[in-house]
């Protein structure tokens, strides 16, 4: 389906809990906040149900996110549920991979498309240091299971932030040279426990382009710019969400954990869906695709995401 400024909407965004295992410093606090009981999230059912509807309004792509989706129960038999729903063709995943061994061969049997896993340093200390808990070695082993159980290369997830990690940008784009990954800088925006931080912390994707000034744009994918150079074996995606605002290539719609569609991640319009079903399920899905606004209005340092909800709700 169309939204009002001819962008095709054929992606939605699933998130399945708000809870996580761990706290990265610009995500979450350092005590986690679930804001949802265990009955104020979407079962799988109803899940479901909503995917079907959107598949019928020509969503063909579905991503489940969270809060972190592997410390949802089951979330297994939730893949294998909407791989199976008619008119769906890939159904991926965001993970922080920290979690991912031992299930990532049931994933793949599932139907689990691909995994984009994400990693903002490679220095195990730093690594505790932004998420907090998480050990490095666990989302390396986590990749390493991914690919022996047969999944396509990863796309590796990368937020610099100013002072903390944007020293390891050129190491970042090593990967995309040496391995045929794609690699991809997602600018940090501000919302949550980082709306507040200083504009220093808010780096433009522009820095990756001045440590690699052999890569060249080959291309673009949804809401990121490709680059890749010769001799890469992998690319590096921009996800320049600020300083280029890249909301003329926007093509999906999101669903919180409590089952609220979200036009925009910015904006602090939702159209509820629980409790829907058929026709009126349909239609309340074409309301929000129809909702969608042309643009987010953030500005670093001037103007935070207009949404009241944090990103571990909405699932990035
Ligand atoms: N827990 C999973 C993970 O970390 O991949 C899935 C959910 S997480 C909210 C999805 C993505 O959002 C992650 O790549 C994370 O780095 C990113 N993210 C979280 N807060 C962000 C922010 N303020 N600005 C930009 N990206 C953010
Ligand atoms: Fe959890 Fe992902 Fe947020 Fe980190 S970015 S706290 S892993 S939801």
């Not at 972190?68 to 991926?92: C, Q, T, Y």
């Not at 965001?94 to 498309?113: C, I, S, Y």
Request: with cysteine.
């Amino acid at each position: 389906m169309q939204d009002t400024f001819g962008r095709t909407i054929s992606y939605m965004r699933l998130s399945v809990t708000d809870k996580c295992n761990c706290r990265c410093i610009y995500c979450m606090p350092r005590g986690g906040v679930a804001r949802h009981t265990h009955g104020e999230v979407l079962s799988f059912e109803e899940m479901a149900e909503i995917v079907r509807a959107a598949s019928k309004l020509g969503v063909r792509k579905v991503r489940v996110t969270g809060g972190e989706p592997l410390v949802r129960r089951g979330i297994v038999d939730l893949v294998a549920m909407l791989s199976d729903i008619e008119g769906i063709d890939e159904v991926d995943m965001t993970t922080n991979g920290t979690l991912l061994t031992p299930l990532a061969k049931d994933l793949r049997a599932a139907g689990l498309t691909r995994l984009n896993v994400s990693l903002d340093t490679l220095r195990p200390g730093r690594y505790q240091e932004i998420s907090r808990v998480g050990e490095l070695s666990d989302v390396l082993d986590g990749m390493r299971a991914a690919r022996l159980a047969g999944f396509p290369p990863p796309k590796i997830n990368c937020v610099l932030m100013g002072g903390v990690n944007d020293d390891e940008a050129a190491d970042f784009v090593d990967i995309a040279r040496r391995e045929p990954v794609e690699v991809r800088f997602i600018e940090l925006m501000p919302m949550g426990e980082c709306a507040r931080w200083p504009k220093e912390r808010f780096v433009s994707g522009d820095v990756v382009l001045e440590v690699a000034p052999e890569l060249e744009r080959v291309g673009e994918g949804g809401v990121a710019e490709l680059y890749s150079a010769p001799g890469f074996l992998g690319r590096v995606g921009l996800i320049r969400a600020v300083s280029h605002r890249f909301c003329s290539g926007c093509d999906r719609v999101r669903v919180t954990a409590d089952g609220r569609l979200k036009p925009c991640l910015h904006s602090a319009a939702e159209v509820p869906l629980r409790g829907l079903h058929g026709l009126e399920l349909e239609r309340a899905i074409a309301h929000g695709i129809e909702a969608k606004p042309a643009h987010h209005n953030l500005v670093p340092g001037l103007r935070s995401s207009e949404t009241p909800r944090d990103m571990f709700e909405i699932g990035g």
